[in-house]
């Protein structure tokens, strides 16, 4: 999350690029069944700002090494398609307000162009109906119809939502707000982690804080969960969210913490200027193997870091093709 120091220049970023926010781009067509590759790029400077006036020249992407001439390259402000989960288990009690209000302004910050489906994970995974930009109805699901339950299916819960954002086309995002404890699932983390290698969804992580006691009251109703931690320290609890900041990371996604303390409308200003003005590249791949290949993104401007997905599945080649 952006230092106090650094959010009046996002803000003032934001005020900005608003201006533009009646006038979105269409979004670039990345077609099912073509083999161009596209990729949702964030870069920020030293101070956590978003960099917005790169051109395509200041990007290289590597393809298991091998320099790619892009033939796409777009910025400025592009919708997005999001399944946003919060964790409503046992251990995210002394959390679930605030998870509630961050997941509600959230919503409030939708473009017209957005398409949402919101919903909870604990002992069972529940997501509304369809992807919508009806913000009441997004808004009454989120304050009336949340399960509550004791353990927590956590990659349970993005193993279901990736499956949802699957056929769907052009920025796909998942947001899930979570302690990062699983104590009840079925699907393990490896999976879901090898999925996304194949999955154009960013994922993002609004994750909160929890405390032992929280935790250990799920456990003796998921004897698996002794997995999860080596422990009963505090520091076990937080080795729990590793996986979960992984796949942000590999995903090209984001990673904020959020406290009772914190100012919640500034956190989601923030995410949300970073969803809607990514930079999007696309390529045309040299090897159609059907393989994961490794992706690479830089930026030659110093000073500056870039977060893009770090791996995409190549087509494999047809009959008759060269």
Known sequence: ?????????????????????QEPQQPPAFRAGTEAVA???????RGGEMVLDLQRDDFTVYDNGRRQDLTVFERGLQPVTAALLIDTSASMTLNLDLARTAAEQFVIRMLPRDRVRV??????????PEFTADRDALLVALRETLHIGNPTRLWDAVDTALTALAPLSGRRVLVLMTDGVD???????????????????????????TTQRAVMAELPLSPSASQVFSGTSAR????????IQQLARQSGGGYFTLMQYDDVNTTFTHLMQELHYQYVLGFTPQRLDGKVHELDVRVTRPGVTV?????????ERTTGQN
């Open 307 to 315: 977060r893009a997905r770090q791996h995409y599945l190549a087509a």
């Open 183 to 209: 104590t009840a699932s079925r699907t393990t983390p490896d999976v879901v982690l090898t999925r996304s290698h194949t999955q154009e969804t960013m994922t993002y992580v609004v994750r909160f804080r």
């Open 236 to 243: 076990s609890i937080t080795a729990g969210s590793q996986p």
């Open 119 to 128: 919903g909870s994970f604990s002992d069972r995974v529940d997501l509304s």
């Open 39 to 45: 990729i949702y790029a964030t870069v920020l400077n």
């Open 1 to 21: 999350m952006a230092r106090p120091a650094a959010l009046v220049c996002v803000m003032a970023a934001l005020a900005g690029l608003l201006v533009h926010a």
